[in-house]
């Protein structure tokens, strides 16, 4: 038997690890938006400092050419976007060390579900490997692939947290009324991730594509962007449409059917939520200008609404597994 205080205590840490991934994934869209991602050309530290200057005195009246000779090219110290980046690290930093306290709770579960501390450990080693992916992306001098894949892991170890709080929780969704649950209904939410999943691919295409864009124009001129954008960009654009159409269904079947108070019921509508917000995020990427703040935040709605969208196929799963 787990004692109550024990359980409850690793899902407050796993939840607040949750929202900590999820911030330090806008952080990283600001990083990107703001083309601070080479703030910090080199990794661990940044400038060759474990705390990072504050002015271009600080650094070596050479360093132009010491950065150029490892493959940095026009390396220009600036200190918003240094200090930009270093924060995205000490972000990353913080959440390395509430997944390792995830991780070391979770162990109350060994001997009543070893599913959930291996869950846990799992994430935590996915953690180390990001942040060596992270240095392999200075490396590679932000490479778009790279970044791509970071950004996928990230959804990833997101994902499973998400799966081992909710098993932690498993007697609380299993008390979910799930009987009017088809075969149907299950089938279009698992389109709808598949889906959601295929958008954040095409988009990390646009972002590609604008992170090229926004080099060409050297991070202004923002409003002339939209004219070199790709034919993904319309397609991505297009998309959206189907993705809110799709799951507005599923949340109005919920609706109808899901008790009012139900956590299904309120998921659903932060579900929603987050993809009128997504949309109206990319269009004002389309139609303003191309405004800096709105490419984080568009970027943080695709990961909340697949983490939305697993969470009710969660709840469903071990809500049917009681129903049947």
């Known amino acids: 038997m787990i004692d109550a205080q024990d359980a409850a205590r690793f899902r407050r840490l796993g939840t607040l690890t949750i929202f900590a991934v999820y911030f330090v994934i806008l952080v990283g869209g600001i990083v990107r938006a ?86 846990a450990l799992s994430v935590f080693l996915l953690v180390g490997f990001q942040g060596w992916l992270g240095s392999a992306v200075v490396a590679s001098n932000l490479k778009p692939l790279m970044i791509t894949l970071h950004m996928l892991l990230a959804l990833f170890i997101v994902a499973l947290l998400i799966y081992a709080i909710a098993r932690s929780q498993k007697p609380l969704l299993q008390a979910i009324d799930s009987h009017w649950l088809t075969p149907r209904f299950a089938l279009i939410l698992k389109i709808a991730m598949a889906m959601t999943l295929l958008q954040v691919a095409m988009g990390t295409q646009v972002r590609e594509a604008v992170d090229y864009i926004a080099h060409e124009h050297s991070y202004i001129d923002r409003q002339y962007w939209r004219d070199s954008f790709p034919i993904i960009f319309y397609i991505h654009r297009s998309f959206s449409s189907i993705i809110l159409f799709t799951n507005f269904w599923l949340a109005w079947k919920i609706y109808q059917q899901a008790d009012k108070h139900s956590l299904l019921l309120r998921t659903a509508y932060v579900l929603m939520g987050l993809i009128v917000t997504a949309i109206l995020a990319g269009v004002s990427l389309d139609r303003l200008g191309f405004p800096a703040v709105a490419q984080p935040v568009h970027l943080l709605m695709a990961n909340l609404i697949f983490g939305a969208q697993f969470f009710i196929f969660i709840c469903l799963n071990y809500s049917t597994k009681k129903a049947g």
């Open 34 to 119: 703001s083309g601070a991602g080479m703030g910090c050309p080199d990794w661990p530290t940044c400038f060759g400092q474990w705390v990072p200057p504050t002015h271009e005195s600080q650094l070596p009246a050479n360093y132009h050419e010491i950065y150029a000779a490892r493959g940095y090219e026009s390396t220009a110290f600036n200190p918003v976007k240094t200090w930009t980046e270093y924060t995205n690290r000490l972000v990353g930093v913080t959440i390395g060390f509430l997944i390792f306290l995830t991780a070391w709770t979770s162990r109350v579960y060994l001997k009543a579900d070893k599913a959930i501390f291996y869950l």
